[in-house]
Every structure is written in C-alpha cells, then in structure tokens.
C-alpha cells in the first residue's frame, strides 16, 4: 500500500528527489512510522472538524464583537503558555526514545516541571491581566481560562505514546474530550448562553483531556503512582530545555500578539474578523505537527544509524511540507469570499480579504515546524533560539508598522512575511555553512546522558 502511494507521488516530483522519496519508502521500519502517522492525522482530522464546525456554530451565535471577545481572552493567555510548557516537550520525547528505562524518571520529573510552570504562568497571567486596563468582562474570562495552565500538566502522557509510536491510544483520548466538549458547547449555544460560560467549557477541555489521558496510561498496563521526581535530571533537563522554553515564548507571542494588538489598535470587533479568517488557516496547522511529531523518533533513530538514511528522510520532509501547504492554499485563497459566508456568515465577509493573504503564510510555517525538528535532531537549540526570536520580532515589529496603515490586511501581511523570512534566513545561513570547511571532528562520539 504504502508503496503504490509513492509510486503516485513520484509522478509530480522532480527526479533529483524520486531517490530520497524511494529511500524513505524502503525503510521497513518508516512503515511503521507512516501508519503511526495515519492514525495521528485520522484522528487529529476527525477532532478538528468537530471542533471547528461547532466553532463556526459558537462565531455565527455570537457574533463579531462577542466572538473577539471570546478570542482576545485566549490570545492574551496564550502570550504566556510558554511558562507553562518550560521547554521541556521536545526534551523529553526525545529521551525517552533514546531511554525507554527510564520512563517514569522522565515523566514523572516532566509532570512536576510541568505543575510548577503551571502555576507560575497562571500567576503572571492574573497579574497582567490587573495591571493592563481591560474590561472587567475580559479580566474574568482571562483568569477562568488561565486555569487551563495547571490542568494540562497531565498531558505528558501523551509524550510516551508518542516516544512508543503509540498513536492510538492518543487519537482515542482527543476523540474522547472532544466529544465531551462539542457536547457541552451544543448545549450552551441551545441554551443561549454567553461567553463566560463558552470560556467555561473551553477550560474543562483541558479537565477531560487530562482524566482520558491518565485513564489510558492505566489502561497499558502503566502506573502513575510509579512516577519518580528526580531533583538532577530535573536540572538536566531544566539546562537543556532553557533555550526551547525561551523560544517557545517567541512561538506563543508569534502566534497570539496580532490578535493582541488588532484589540488594542482597532477593537474587539476586529478581532472578531480577524480570528475568523485566522481559524481557517490554523485548522490546517495539525498536519506538520502530526507528520512531525510521528516521524521524529525516525529521523532521531536514522541520525544514529545511517547518515544517509537521515539527509533522506529530512529532505523528504521538507518537501512533503511544502507540497502539503501550497495544495491548501491555492483552493483557499481562490475561494475564500464563498468560504468565509458559507461557515461563518455574511457577518464576517470582511474577513475574505485577510484570508487570502493569511493562507499563504502557511507554507513558510509547515516548514519552521521541519525546521524545528531538524534543529533538535542536531541538538542545535541555539538555532532553535534564534530562529523563534528572529521571527517574533520580524512579526511584532511589521504589526507595529502595518495595522495603523493597512488595518486587518496589514496584520495578515505581517504574519505572511515573518513566516517566508525565517525558512530564507534558514537556507541561507546552512548554503554558507556548507561553503564553509567542516571542523576536524572530535576523536570519540560525543553523545547525551541521562544521571
């Protein structure tokens, strides 16, 4: 089966990358991977079309100004979701690909960073939301859905069936909060409720989440009691996932500030608009964490097995990434006035407009997220540092420059450049690495350690 999708593929693809896609296909243990990844898209696909459909249901019932609303509070908690994720994912899935033994160090130390951030950035999340002069609406639902901080510390179960390329028995746990959830928000809207309540149930996602994932870790036959909390490999892991933490605060900022900022510069209305247009370009954001997220343990076991076998799978994964992202945005863009009236309504029409350009930026997006794991494949987390802070500050600083001129449009083109810049910078900067002469390298192989 697996071979016969290639072989399809390849008719599109140039012959300089057929040999790196047939590498890719040979590899019996890649097959594994792609089936893992069936299951991750399958069941991402299916949860995210139930959660988008509802959400166009909740925009149409709410309308745009209360919709901004809703999305300004979110946005504004998600500038500081980085403090609740410490860095520590990518770390950890990593280790316990390389040290299954020693998984209940890792999760369990993982799970007691995770508590602690948690409550750090539900702390600073309340703070701010004092000290900035908001409405006592939005102060409310910041601090409801700030909560959410502290309930996603579970969540890190979900890092061992990933690491196990286990791909099931997440997409069973999404299926299963998400059906809670749609039921939940069906109801409100019947009921006709506002947004205090729909910020409620939004918060309570993360609750079932958590109950299904921890139900499923029993279900394997695992122990949560078994959890150890290790006071040095918390540090070990704390010095290396320093650097993510800081750029995954460059991603959260990145993702979440236009929206911020379209609030402070042109009103909750805005927003509205805004989120609508936003809504139909990240609902296609799963498909390069997915794809990722699945074939990392590949490209971390080929680095350590065959050279080769690795510079394939990662040019085979910037090219599907590519490819992926341009054959959504072209029908999008094309038909983005029909889109945005058939699911959210004549309301939010102005919002074609911001989806035609914002779509593009899609491309340069599904490759920062290829570029991430090549970068923490090599252990390069300054590149990753680097590479998060520059695309931050390229895209603060073109929303300071281009929502007081352009309006809407102008946040979209922020975003469209700052995600192509970062890629260029990228292709760049490794085109002057490989004119440079390689260092001599070093007697013996270096590799990490886990105390």
Known sequence: MLDKIFAKIERFVPLKWREALRGLADQGGFKRYFTNTGWMFGGQMLTLLLSFFIGAWLARYLGPENYGVLNYAVAFVGLFGFIMNLGVDGIITRDLVKFPEKRDEL???GFRLKIIGGVIAFALTVSAALIFSLSPLIR???????ATFILQAINIVSLHFQAGVQAKRNVRVTLTATLISSILKIGAILTGRGVIWIIVIFTLDFLWQGIAYAR????SGLRMKD???DRALAKEIFSAAWLL???SASAYIYLKVDQVMIGAYLGTRAVGLYAAAVKLCEIWYFIPYIICASLFPAIV?????SPLVYKQRLKALYLLMVGLATAIAV???LLAPWIIKVIFGRAYLAAAGILQIYIWSGIGFFVYVAIYQYFLSENRLWAIFYYSVFSMLANVGLNFILIPRLGLTGAAWATFISYFAGPIVVALAHWRRKETPPEPAPPFPIAPTIN
Not at 140 to 146: G, H, Q, R, S
Not at 216 to 219: H, L, R
């Open 245 to 247: 933490m800081l750029a």
């Open 331 to 333: 029908p999008m863009a």
């Open 301 to 305: 076991n080929a680095k350590i097995t």
């Open 107 to 109: 999760l369990g130390t």
């Open 216 to 219: 499923a870790y029993q279900a």
């Open 140 to 146: 409310l639902l910041i601090v409801i859905f700030a």
């Open 227 to 229: 959890w150890r909390f």
